[in-house]
């Protein structure tokens, strides 16, 4: 891309939709991500129903698109009488909560091995990479159903053994890139000057990895998400009655046979908010760092 | 090349080592797994006898010893729930599950490399714009939601696919698709960024002034080179496909080592369990291994770099 020197020459002119404008993914994805955390924050306010409240005298009335489908439950309700788009609405604040901390605890393993070994290199970097090497060969999603399964399912034991196996990524990317600026001339200022190592990776290398570590954190949180709705689905992520989008498909799958929408509606949603974040995801690595497209 | 092998030969090795260590902790993950396997109505008496039959009462490092020792001989731990040997189920229905995971990876490759590789050659154009969609949704879509709807359109909807079972393969069509279309879009972007790469070469440049037809520059000068990142992403894919198949096998009910692992953790068979990681794991460090080989013999400057290092 070009620098943008015409701006000088004719201000008024060169009005120009910044970079991340025009990518209609990021922005595409970020409108889609409000939605959906606006939905999260508000579902207090925005719930027709209590979430929990079940209705046995109301069950499985199908959406307002359907013939006998009534404006008293918009997105109709399931099994046993909960109002759909009270739970839908709940259901957001349990995939962004697991999505985000999920990334946290992850970011923060990642971060400290890939840091380390990128950048003390040698011996140190051929065990850290052994490490995330062996944790790529085990099988996720088994692992993490048996831990569930062990310790009992709960929400902190979902994020915990998520946030315990979904840091690899976060270590080959941090890795990598503190390997490549670890000898930059900055780095070597600051030795010259007496830094500390601490303070080195602190102030001169950590600054440097944001992007990275929030790029990675996006593709990890849209990771956490659909993991935690598999494991529910699977029966072993969060206990019912909480109302997450992969429990609401477990229960809605007896009924695919004459009412689909149970579980078009949650995938849906689920679908959409993965997709939303992948596209933030991709486009800020477009924004911050046009080379590394592909 | 013998020494390369030999080199990588013996971190798999130690990886596996490792790998069966994290697949034998896994029950003590949660504290005695005696008390686990008495349940909430069994007394101390009875999670001491289970301790004594299953030798928890001894040293973890010689029950690791015992285990993989027993494993070397074929002998995976005896089934809780089947009362039978592991390996007497497990073999069968891991057999199932890499059918299954071969015809899905094929699946993947099949839409992942053409589409990859137009994306590159027309890049920026509508070919290039719709491969990008394709991905993008793959990756987005849960598997076991988009095993789901493939169920509501093709078996009730459209009637034309059974639902669940593996007995033809007729069963195989919906589940390869929700699998291989789970591993394609890792796969479709680097085809696309290794095929770009490679189209500017210099090599691709004097191909092309020589005047090789563009066709064989295109599929035999550029893709040759632009595969071998490919080729390591496909065995991590096809490693994560067989872990996909917990879920996929379960909404399809098919009779393999996914579904196994999913119903023996539900019915808390440890030793099953314990067999199954073993063997998903273990089939993982395979692949990678057979990657790095054939990336190799593909690609000579890894053998140096490896050598160097």
């Known amino acids: 891309m070009p620098a ?39 579902a207090p306010v925005l719930a027709p129903y209590n979430p929990y409240d079940q209705n046995l005298l109301a069950r499985i009335v199908p959406p307002i698109w359907h013939e006998t489908g009534t404006w008293a439950h918009p997105l109709g309700t399931d099994h046993l009488g909960r109002d759909y788009l009270s739970r839908l609405l709940y259901g957001a604040r349990v995939s962004v909560f697991i999505g985000v901390t999920v990334a946290f605890v992850s970011g923060i393993i990642g971060t400290v091995l890939g840091v380390t070994a990128g950048y003390f290199g040698g011996k140190t970097d051929t065990v850290i990479s052994f490490i995330i090497t062996a944790r790529l060969a085990l099988p996720v999603i088994l692992v993490a159903l048996a831990v569930v399964a062990l310790f009992g399912s709960s929400l902190s034991v979902v994020v915990g053994v998520l946030g315990l196996l979904l840091w690899d990524r976060f270590a080959l990317v941090m890795r990598a890139t503190t390997q490549q600026i670890r000898d930059a001339d900055f780095v070597m200022a600051a030795k010259v000057q007496g830094a500390s190592t601490w303070q080195i990776i602190m102030q001169e290398i950590m600054p440097n990895l944001a992007t990275n570590i929030t790029v990675v954190a996006t593709l990890e949180i849209a990771q956490a998400i659909v993991l935690e709705a598999a494991l529910s689905f699977l029966g072993l992520g969060v206990p019912p009655p909480l109302p997450s989008w992969g429990l609401m498909l477990a229960e809605g799958k007896s009924f695919i046979l004459f009412d689909p929408w149970l579980i078009t509606i949650p995938g849906m949603l689920l679908f959409g908010l993965v997709l939303a974040i992948n596209l933030v995801g991709d486009g800020l690595r477009d924004v911050t760092a046009p080379d590394s497209r592909n | 090349m013998l020494r ?36 909430e109505a069994g007394s101390a008496a009875d999670a001491a006898r289970i301790r004594a039959f299953y030798g928890f009462d001894q040293p973890i490092y010689l029950q690791f010893l015992h285990w993989i020792g027993a494993a070397l001989h074929g002998n995976l731990g005896h089934s809780l729930y089947f009362d039978q040997p592991v390996s007497a189920i497990l073999f069968d229905r891991l057999g199932t599950t ?68 593996s007995e033809t393969w007729r069963h195989f069509i919906m589940p390869s698709v929700v699998l291989g279309y789970f591993a394609a879009p890792a796969i479709m972007r680097l085809t696309r960024s290794g095929m770009i ?9 004097t191909a092309r002034a020589l005047g090789i037809a563009p066709r064989k520059v295109l599929l035999k000068y550029a893709l040759r080179n632009a595969v071998i990142p490919v080729v390591s992403v496909s065995a991590a894919q096809f490693g994560y496909m067989l872990a996909g198949s917990v879920v996929v096998e379960s909404v399809f009910a098919i009779n ?42 593909l690609d000579p400057r890894m053998r140096l770099a490896d050598a160097r290092a």
């Open chain 1, 4 to 42: 943008h020197s015409d701006a000088a020459s004719a201000p008024a002119a060169a009005w120009r939709m910044p970079r991340w404008a025009r990518h209609s993914g990021l922005v595409a994805g970020g409108i889609i991500l409000a939605i959906i955390f606006l939905m999260g924050l508000l």
């Open chain 2, 4 to 39: 390369f092998v030999l080199r990588r030969s013996g971190s798999a090795l130690i990886l596996m080592v490792v790998v069966s260590f994290v697949a034998f902790m896994l029950i003590f993950a949660a504290g005695d797994p005696a008390v686990k396997l008495a349940g």
């Open chain 2, 98 to 165: 890499l059918l299954l995971g071969l015809v899905s990876f094929i699946f993947a490759l099949a839409i992942s490399l053409p589409l990859g590789i137009a994306a590159a050659r027309w890049q920026n154009t509508w070919i290039d714009r719709t491969a990008l969609i394709v991905a993008v949704i793959g990756q987005a879509m849960p598997t076991f939601w988009f095993a789901l709807l493939l169920v509501v359109m093709f078996s009730v909807i459209w009637p034309i696919l059974p639902t669940s079972g």
């Open chain 2, 197 to 205: 790469l490679a189209l500017e070469t210099d090599y691709v440049r």
């Open chain 2, 256 to 297: 393999g080592a996914g579904r196994l692992a999913w119903e023996s953790i539900l019915r808390s068979d440890l030793p099953t369990v314990q067999a199954l990681v073993l063997c998903f794991s273990l089939i993982y460090v395979i692949l990678t291994f057979v990657a790095d080989v054939l990336n190799a013999w």
